[in-house]
């Protein structure tokens, strides 16, 4: 039979009151472990982006290129299906602009900096405003390719079905 600690009137267990008189440090408080900060997620619909991340940073950070055109099955398959028309859209406008560019330039942009003020042109008048992507993805200038991708994080999507699934979530 366990007993419950006695404590004082004002509600201090009996223990700690001796060992604050006898001039002992009561013991340390337990320190919770530490937790990732909860995974925040955007609105998209209606919502665009003119940010564009460099690709070898992106995947340094822990991103890979996704693969808009993968088939999948119930409704997964619907909000891909938005998630791929969107990310096709994008790609196709950028391809548009790299090309009047490439007339114009006799090149295609080489490098990310390049990239962004030529064709996205953030803040500019000409510039190019994406459709937003789910949280878990970005867009990426490639400059292998020349192009616009989308990068994926894997992480950040594993985390955020972990709090949305069993006690803590749906």
Do not use: N
Request: hydrophobic content about 40%; some cysteine; overall charge neutral.
């Amino acid at each position: 039979m366990t007993r419950a600690p006695r404590t004082l009137d004002f509600g201090w267990p009996l223990i700690v009151v001796v060992m604050l008189a006898s001039g002992c440090e009561p013991p340390p408080a337990e320190k919770p472990a530490a937790t990732k900060p909860k995974v925040e997620t955007r609105k998209t619909v209606g919502k665009t982006t003119q940010k564009v991340l460099d690709l070898a940073e992106a995947q340094a950070k822990g991103g890979v290129v996704a693969d808009i055109t993968a088939e999948r099955s119930g409704l997964d398959a619907v909000t891909g299906a938005y998630r791929s028309a969107v990310g096709q859209v994008s790609i196709l406008a950028v391809e548009h602009k790299m090309q009047l560019d490439k007339a114009e330039h006799g090149s295609s942009p080489k490098t990310h900096a390049e990239f962004m003020k030529r064709i996205i042109q953030p803040g500019g008048p000409e510039g190019i405003a994406l459709p937003m992507l789910p949280y878990y993805q970005e867009y990426a200038f490639d400059p292998e390719r020349q192009g616009l991708v989308i990068v994926e994080f894997p992480e950040l999507k594993a985390q955020r079905e972990k709090e949305t699934t069993g006690a803590a979530g749906l």
